[in-house]
Structure formats: C-alpha cells, structure tokens
C-alpha cells in the first residue's frame, strides 16, 4: 500500500484554516521566543545569585579579619598603657632603686644582703 493512495484527507483551502494555521505558526514562534528569554533571565539570575553569595562570603571574612584585628589591637593598647606606665615609674628615682636592688642585687652603703634563691 502506498501513502498516496492511503492518504484519503486533504485540508481545504480556505482564509480560515490560512488564518489558522499562521496563527498556530506565530504561537509556535511566541512560546519559542518565551522559553529563550526566560532562559536568558535564568542565566542572569544564577549568576548574579553567585556573585551575592560569593560577596556575603567575602563579607564575612572581612568581618571575621576585623574582629581579630580589634582584638588584637585591644591588646597592643593594653601593652603600650603598661609599657608607658613602666616608663613613668623609671622616671622616679626611689622606684629605679628598688629594681636596681631587686634585679641586680644593689645595696646601699652599709647593708647586706642576703640571697635565700637556691
């Protein structure tokens, strides 16, 4: 059997089905163009989604590094305050005596000392 002599249905002629079946065709072309924009905005949309993760990642750490460095700033504050104290209690004579006789085992005309670290 051939597919002409099967083929027993031909489609009129008519500005209705013209009418139709161009429609269809711009339907076809409209729901193509759809699902290609809204591809394009899919893409645009992961890819800015990666970039904010990526920037509140970098965020984070940056935060992270600035905690560390407040606290280790904290701590050369609190140093330098002692350092500077020290400083002002070198200037004063009766106290550079004390560390003088404390470190160095000075004495005063006339004194004895005495090491009991053994």
Known sequence: MSSQGD???????????H?????????????????????VFL????????QIFQS?????KVNGNIAQYQASLQS????????KQQIQQLHD????Q???RAKYNY?????????LDN
């Open 19 to 39: 009418k139709f079946s161009v429609d269809q065709q711009k339907r076809q072309v409209h729901i193509r163009r759809c699902r290609r924009i809204m591809l």
């Open 76 to 83: 050369q504050r609190k140093t330098s305050q002692q350092l």
């Open 107 to 115: 004495s005063k005309k006339g004194e004895t000392i005495y090491n």
């Open 98 to 100: 004390q560390v003088a």
């Open 7 to 17: 083929n027993k249905v031909s489609q009129l002629e008519t500005p209705y089905v």
């Open 43 to 50: 893409v645009i949309f992961i890819i800015l989604g990666i």
């Open 93 to 96: 004579p009766e106290y550079a």
């Open 56 to 60: 509140k990642r970098t965020l984070a």
